[in-house]
Every structure is written in structure tokens, then in C-alpha cells.
């Protein structure tokens, strides 16, 4: 009866504190139950994720479930097939339970673009939960469930982790089919996963990597396969980047981080000072590629075949301007607008030129990688900030996702791993810290994430609000 | 009037004769059931992604070889942008920044050589079906199919050329087996632009929906009329898209604004380069058969053939490798020509036959030529072979011996032949005296009564001879 205990076990979790925190959309009680009771009915277990409960973000496709990317242009929406993600989840004997809140099509730091209100932060619920995969970074760390898919566009899946406190995990772009992910930008998109400690995301990697023929840009490359599980950090090359540094505004949050190094440090790793100055252009970079891909990948929400449609003047043009006019959350809207703008006649170089630029910042990146092994920050800029702080501006929010973007740009796998809590307007919150790999180096990243959380078991400090749960 | 030269180019496109659409595993099928053959990608569902048919990349390669284009290192694909509720994803995936091959030229009858300016892949729209209320229904089966835009570079000068151009170009697809290329199912379509030039070219016009070559002829004669009357009375050529009125006869503009201009192209990310490799070219370079144009100069001037019959027997690549294959077995071209162009293609319109082209006739070309030999020596008379030639559809026999099972052999004289001479000079006393009184076309009545008594197994010539003889022998 194991399975069906954990899925009664999360069941009573979100009944005692979803409410309070708003990370989910929709909750298959009775599917996970039956799904449960088939699994307990097996003669033996499937693998290490049998029977585990798990929560997918709202822009993953799920068969026959409201997976409509928390937008209401995609109201009543309900995919026609599964994500390739979750079907091997599913396969290996996991139980989807539960579809999590987001930022619509991923667009926002924060989850506050989310057409249905946004998640709160299980440590401080007046503040936000980061974002876009902020109901899957909650679900976590309120206990819903051991892990939680998310995606990770430009930061998405590790700046969420960070601000909740649990572990994140971006994979090399590739690594994990995107079929089935709602796309927001095709060249940058990846699969995330969000979970209670770096062990977890492993066994989840082990099941949903490896190359899936209906995606033409997943590697051509076997399931991950991990690494033994270190007991020290000796031999390891880690990089610090002066730039991103200089970033972390702070204080508490750079005490957590020094810490960190340190302890990699007493680990057996060596620290180098390294200089990536192209990457203090990645930001501006990945607004344009972003809004630009994220213009075109939405225009297929036109009312025509499928989600919501409002019509007005009786032409086709009209219904299709209707229905995206106001079925489109505004930074949805901000988004398609400048992308469209970007790549009109009068902008399309804008689009070729920030193109060029990612190019010679990805040349940087992988130059940076014959001198360390992996690259060591802060996975965002500061700790979780209160909601409605940034709503409305752009600038300030995009801030949230400096040091994640380097990695998206590259498609280098990085993972965020909890590294203590910072006092911040009296109240504890996490602190992440960001370790990035070289190309298609996921199993280092992930090895030496586990390394750190063996040693420090920051990993295990759980949100106050938790602590009465059963 | 001045005289102003039509500078005019084409558009062809050809639907690639794949099993399955271009990115994705739906049937690439005409006719089905509206919707029937559509899946998560086609349909434009979220999250869906395109993954490329080899083998329309492989039918493209072929297409390239044949006209001589310049191949592009790798295959790199672009989407267009516009809304409308036939593009499933509000984007057609196609080829802008790198068409697949750049080049490469369509030869006319006459020798003028009509250069290609590209060639590329993208996907075909969905179809609108338009209901008698005034509704739009989406059918998605088209939706994805793969296709191969060619567009030449304006160098034709008349409708005729145009025309010609356009039938060059689908003889050269159709024989390399890159598309079925018919205009009436929409497998292949053609748009043409034209402008006219004068001491500077006009505006151009895009001539779009035309559906048959006698359409495309007809609408460019109408369409330089049009332009060089509104040239000549000093009004200016609008630029804009136009459509053919086949009822009215004229072009009407389309007015298709929401549709023009900036399609905002853009790197399709789903789907990375594919670099072309040089055995994959060599391998769809040895499909293409020897082309159309160079066999149509073989038939005319080394076998002597008229060009009715020539066109005929190059309808198909099945038709003229059939041709040449019978030829390696006969003596006379001229006459398995003949055969092929009206006794073979007879068989086509009967329906209890089941045979509908070259490709499914159940006999060899070698049977052919024995069944042409049969006849040409007098062992069976021109329609007792065509008897054989329905039966050898029937059963894969050798026509020799069904010639002899049917009893269709020859009477070329005998004993039997004299008896239904006779019985015809009885039968048809009238007919008999008023060949004896040298009415000769009163012959012909006999000889038809003994060609029927003998179920066409009597040799005509020999039938002739032996009533002439009789008639003249009795008193």
C-alpha cells in the first residue's frame, strides 16, 4: 500500500495548506488514487520513482487534464496527448497528481502573470515564489510532493528553487525531450525539474532523459547516466565569475554564497576567479531572442480550433484579433507585441543581431569550460522579494533572472541548490546557490550539487508553515 | 498601340508524393473523410513539434537533380508568419534564408531554356471548405502535406510559353515520380507574376487559383491585354494580387490586404540543420530517369514519330519506358506506337477490364511486341488482336497461345474460308449481281457478312480475293 499512502499522504498536505499558498490548478485525486492502486497491486517496483507522487507545471501536456499554461486563452483546454516527460514518468510508475500554477506561458519572475492569481511562498506568504514555475517550486517545498516538473526558459525552473529553498534543475536544451511542453521560445526552452533534494531530481533525470525521436532537437544520446555519488570535490576546477558577482545586491544573500565556496572549497575544490564580461549583455540578449521566438510560437492561439474565442464584427480577422486581445494576460500581450515588433520589417535585424551576440556569448561560455569544470553563483540576484513589489516593472523583474540567463543562452545544464537562509525584513529565506556546467555536462553538475548537499544539508531545512504537517 | 513585352514568371507548387505529411506521421492522402487525418502536430495543438520526412527531403533531392539546381550545404527552415484559419499555427514552416536548391532550368520545345531561381520545401495549408450558409469549415488533412515551391526567373513572353513552361515543368516531376501532379486534385498548382515592360517594367501582378494549363493560358492572354490597355491609355498597372474567372473570362483582383506583405520570418528552432550529404544527393540524383524532353527529340527525329502520337506515349514515365521496353522486341516503332497510343489505351475505358493505366497492365511489353508481331504477319487480323490483347489482361498468357485457344487464328484460305464465301454470295443475292455488274463497293457488304460469320477470324485481304474469284467463276 505504499503508493496509495503517498498519494494520501500529499492529498492531506494541499488539503491542509494549498489554500493558503495557491500552487496548483487542478488536483487528479481519483486518477492518482487508481493509478496508486495499480502500482501496489505490482509484484515488484518499477524503479526508484514507483509509487512516488509528483506535480507537473501547467505548460506540460497531459492527456485529457487542464494543462492550458495558466492562460485563459487556453480556457477548457485539454491536450490531446502527453508530454513525452510524462509519459516516461508514468511509465516508470510515478503518479501525476497535480497540475501546478505559472506565469502565463511562462512569461515572469514572480508567478504574478498567471491568469489565476498568484502562488505565495510557503516561507513567507506575502512574498513571491519566484517564477514561472513558482507552483511547482511551492508544491515542493510545502511538502505537496518529493518532486515537481517545471521548465526552464531563462531561468524559470532554478530562480523558483532558489526562492522556495529546494532544488532546481535546468538540463543541458536537449537533454530532455521538449515534446509536449507548451513552448514559449523554441531555442531556449528546456524541461526542469524541481525537487527535495538533488538525489530526487537525479532518478528523475535517469527516467526522462535520453533521446525521444519526435523531438528534432533532443540529443541523440542515451538516458543520463549519473555519476557514483562523490565523497569529496578534490580535483574539481570550480569558477566564480567576477560579473555575476558583483551582481548578488544582498548582503545576507552574499554571506550564504561565500559560505558555499567555502565549503566546496573544504571539500577538496579548487576556486578560480574568472571574467565572462559578454555575459553582462545576456539579459538584453535574451529579451529579444525570447519576445521575438515567443511572438511567433503564440500564434497559433487564435481561436480557430481549439480554447477560448470571442468574436465581434462577424470577419475571421476580427475574431482572431478579439479573441487574443482579450483572452491574453498583459505581459503576454507586452510580449507578442515586441517580439512582433522586433521581427516586423522595420526590426527583423533585431532578431539576427541579438542572434550574433548570443553566439559570441555562448563562444565565451564554452572558452570558460577548458580553464574550470564548473562555474559557482548565486542563482539569482536576491532572495524571494514581496508580491506586487515589481508588478509593472519589466526592467526590475528581467533583474531576477541575471545570473540564469547565461546558462539558457548556451544551453548548459545548471542546478540551484539551497545554501542556507538569510534574515530579510525579519523573516528567514532561502538562498540558492547556481552551479553551471560545461555543454551536455549534466551528471558533473548533478554529482557535485548531491556532494554539496551531503555535506551541508541546507537541502533539509524545511518553511516554517511545514513544520505541523502530516 | 505600343508594343510592350510580358515579362512572366511561375510559382509551382507540387505536392511531394510522400506516404506521410512532412512533420508528422499522418497520412499524405487525397480524398479521406474532412479531419481524418490530422494529429497534435498538423492541427497546431500546443507543445506539438515538427519532426522532417526523409523522404520528401529525398523526392526534393530528386526534383533538384532534375532541373540542375545548385544544392544549399544544408537544409535550414524559416517560418511565415500570417493569421488565417487555414494555417494551423499561424506559421507555415518553409524555406526563405536558404532554399534547398537555387539554379537549375526548364527547357522548352523550342530550345529557349527557362532559368529556376529556387526551389525549396514547406507545408501545404489546410482546406477551406465553404458551406452554402457562408460558413468556413477547416479541413486538416491537407494541413502539412509536404510541397516543392519552384519559381522561375520572369523569362517567358507569352501565355503560350507560360503555359508550356508549366506543362515542361510537371512532365520533369511526374517522370522523376516527385509528385502526381494534378491540377484538378490540387497536387499541383501554379500562380503566376506579370508585369509588362515597356522603357520600365510595370507593377507586378500576381495571377493566383489557377487551375488547369488552358487556365493559365487563358488568364496571362487576358491579363496582358488588360495591362498594356491601361499602359496605353496612360493609367498606371496596380500592383496586386489577381484571381482567373473562368465563367467571366477575366481576372479579378483579390484584394487580399490583411494577407500582403510582411510575413516576419524567422529561424524555425524546432528543427535543426540537416546537413546534405553527398551519397544521399548521388542516391536521389540516380532516380531521375531520362527526362521527357530529351526522349521527345529521340521519338521524333531517330523513330521517325508524329507528334500526336509522341505526346501520347510521354503522358507517363510508365507509358514511355513501356514504349521503349516493347521496342527492344519489335521491328516497326512506329506501329508499337500506334498500338500503345489507341489499342492499349482503349482498354482504359472498359470497366470490366479494371485497368486503368500503363502501370497496371498485367502483360510485358514483350507480350506486346509478340501480339504486334502476330498481327503485322497475317496470323490474326487486326481485331481478333485486339480480342488477344483484352485477354491478355485477363490471364498473363502468351498471345500466341490465347490467339489459338480462343480459335481467333487466321483463315487465310481453306476449306472453311470457301464456305462462308458462299454462304455470303447466297445470302446477299442483291449485294452479289451488283458487284458482277462492277459496283466494287458492293463488296464490301460480303465481305463484311463472311468478316462477322467468322467472328473477324477471316484474313479481310484473303476474304476479298476468294469472293472476287467465286463471283467471277460461277455464271
Known sequence: MKARAAVEGALARIEALEAEIGALLDVDEEGARTLADKLDREPAPRGPLHGVPFALKANLCWRGHLTGAASRILDGYRPPYSATAIERLIAAGAIPLAITNMDEFAFGSSGENSSFGATRNPWDLSRTAGGSSSGSAAAVAAGFVPFALGSDTGGSARQPAALCGVSGFKPSYGRISRRGLIAFAPSLDTVGVLGDSIERIEQVLACVSGHDERDATSLALPPLALEAPREHLRGLRIGVPKEWDAELCDQGARDRIRAALEAMHALGAELVSVSLPLTLHANATYQVVSACEAASQLARYDGVRYGSRESCDGTLQGMIAQTRGSSFGPESRRRILLGTALTSDEGSPSYEHAARVRRRIVDELRAIFERVDLLASATAPEVAFRLGERSGDSARMHHSDLLAVPASLAGLPAASVPCGTCTTDGVELPVGLQLCGAPRADARVLSTARCFQAATRHHLARAPLTGALP | ?475
Not at chain 2, 36 to 43: G, K, M, P, W
Not at chain 2, 273 to 300: D, G, H, N
Not at chain 2, 362 to 387: C, H, T, V
Not at chain 2, 401 to 429: F, K, N, P, Q, V
Request: hydrophobic residues 40%; negative net charge.
Open chain 2, 1 to 475: 498601340m505600343t508594343r510592350f513585352t510580358p515579362v512572366i514568371g511561375l510559382e509551382v507548387h507540387c505536392q511531394l508524393a510522400t506516404l506521410s505529411k512532412l512533420f508528422c506521421a499522418c497520412a499524405n492522402r487525397f480524398g479521406a473523410a474532412p479531419n481524418t487525418l490530422a494529429c497534435e502536430a498538423c492541427s497546431g495543438q500546443p507543445g506539438a513539434l515538427p519532426v522532417l520526412n526523409r523522404e520528401a527531403v529525398d523526392l526534393a533531392l530528386r526534383a533538384a537533380a532534375a532541373f540542375g539546381c545548385d544544392l544549399a550545404p544544408h537544409l535550414v527552415f524559416d517560418r511565415k508568419h500570417y493569421w488565417y484559419c487555414d494555417l494551423p499555427k499561424g506559421y507555415q514552416i518553409t524555406q526563405s534564408r536558404e532554399p534547398l536548391g537555387c539554379g537549375g532550368e526548364v527547357e522548352l520545345a523550342d530550345g529557349k531554356r527557362v532559368r529556376l531561381e529556387r526551389i525549396h520545401i514547406e507545408e501545404d495549408a489546410a482546406k477551406i471548405l465553404r458551406t452554402s450558409n457562408s460558413e468556413s469549415l477547416v479541413d486538416l488533412n491537407r494541413a502539412g502535406v509536404p510541397l516543392l515551391e519552384c519559381v522561375t526567373a520572369p523569362l517567358l513572353a507569352s501565355a503560350d510559353e507560360a503555359a508550356e513552361c508549366l506543362a515542361r515543368m510537371r512532365e520533369i516531376l511526374v517522370f522523376s515520380g516527385v509528385g502526381e501532379c494534378d491540377m484538378e486534385r490540387g497536387s499541383l498548382r501554379c500562380d503566376v507574376n506579370i508585369s509588362l515592360a515597356c522603357d520600365e517594367p510595370s507593377a507586378r501582378v500576381e495571377l493566383k487559383n489557377l487551375n488547369s494549363f488552358v487556365h493559365v493560358r487563358d488568364a496571362v492572354q487576358f491579363e496582358i491585354r488588360r495591362q498594356s490597355e491601361l499602359l496605353a491609355s496612360g493609367r498606371p498597372v496596380e500592383r496586386e494580387t489577381r484571381t482567373w474567372d473562368p465563367e467571366r473570362r477575366e481576372t479579378r483582383s483579390l484584394r487580399e490586404k490583411e494577407r500582403a506583405s510582411d510575413y516576419r520570418y524567422l529561424p524555425e528552432a524546432d528543427l535543426p540543420p540537416v546537413p546534405l550529404e553527398r551519397a544521399r544527393i548521388a542516391r536521389a540524383a540516380a532516380c531521375v530517369p531520362e527526362l521527357p524532353m530529351p526522349r521527345r527529340r529521340r521519338y521524333t527525329s531517330e523513330l521517325g514519330l508524329d507528334a500526336t502520337l509522341v505526346e501520347v506515349l510521354l503522358e507517363s514515365r510508365a507509358s514511355a519506358e513501356f514504349f521503349e521496353a516493347t521496342l527492344r522486341h519489335a521491328r516497326d516503332a512506329r506501329e508499337v506506337a500506334r498500338w500503345l497510343a489507341n489499342d492499349v489505351r482503349a482498354l482504359f475505358a472498359e470497366p470490366e477490364l479494371d485497368v486503368h493505366s500503363i502501370a497496371e497492365l498485367s502483360f510485358k511489353p514483350f507480350d506486346l511486341a509478340e501480339l504486334i508481331e502476330l498481327a503485322a504477319n497475317g496470323r490474326a487480323s487486326r481485331p481478333a488482336a485486339r480480342q488477344v490483347l483484352r485477354a491478355m489482361c485477363r490471364t498473363p498468357r502468351a498471345p500466341r497461345e490465347l490467339l489459338r485457344e480462343l480459335g481467333l487464328e487466321s483463315l487465310d484460305g481453306g476449306a472453311e474460308l470457301d464456305e462462308l464465301c458462299r454462304t455470303a454470295i447466297a445470302a446477299h443475292a442483291d449485294a452479289s449481281e451488283a458487284v458482277r455488274s462492277g459496283h466494287a463497293r458492293a463488296l464490301d457488304v460480303l465481305v463484311g457478312a463472311v468478316m462477322a460469320a467468322s467472328k473477324s477470324r477471316a484474313n479481310p485481304v484473303a476474304v476479298r480475293a476468294r469472293i472476287r474469284e467465286l463471283l467471277q467463276a460461277a455464271p
